[in-house]
């Protein structure tokens, strides 16, 4: 029994002057790099100007980055009085051109392109998402 409890209290005494290395060495590295500032060089903004600058003459709006879903519609062909279901902040909501989806948030208008919202002054983007293929349905002709 004295074997086992002076093995445990030897890897007791060898965990903690290991802890206390560790916290040494730690402390060495802080140290050492608060003496010796880096200063990094700027980033170059590689293609940042380009697409914005073709965004603008282009006349394009910017993607929104807002957390909107599309989930679904009714496409009208007057664009305009096309109906969307959209998820946001983990809801389900049903607009058409005009319909506020938060405070600040309205969905202005809706075109080929996508949909364009109002966000607190700022138009922006959504894209209408990528078409799938139908699924389990057989095309005729």
């Not at 802890?19 to 700027?42: D, H, N």
């Not at 909107?68 to 009208?76: A, D, F, N, T, V």
Request: glycine share 8%; net charge positive; charged share 20%.
């Amino acid at each position: 029994m004295s074997r086992l409890t002076r093995a445990s209290q030897l890897l007791l005494v060898a965990l903690c002057g290991w802890l206390a290395a560790q916290c040494v060495l730690q402390i060495s590295s802080k140290s050492a790099s608060a003496a010796a500032p880096v200063t990094l060089a700027p980033l170059p903004q590689l293609l940042s100007e380009h697409w914005h600058s073709q965004a603008v003459t282009s006349g394009d709006l910017p993607l929104t980055r807002l957390p909107i879903e599309y989930i679904g519609g009714l496409k009208s062909r007057d664009l305009a009085a096309t109906v969307v279901v959209l998820r946001f902040e983990q809801r389900q909501r049903t607009l058409s051109r005009g319909q506020r989806l938060a405070p600040g948030i309205v969905l202005q208008d809706i075109d080929e392109r996508g949909l364009i919202f109002d966000n607190h002054g700022q138009r922006e983007r959504l894209p209408w998402p990528a078409q799938r293929p139908p699924f389990g349905i057989k095309q005729q002709g």
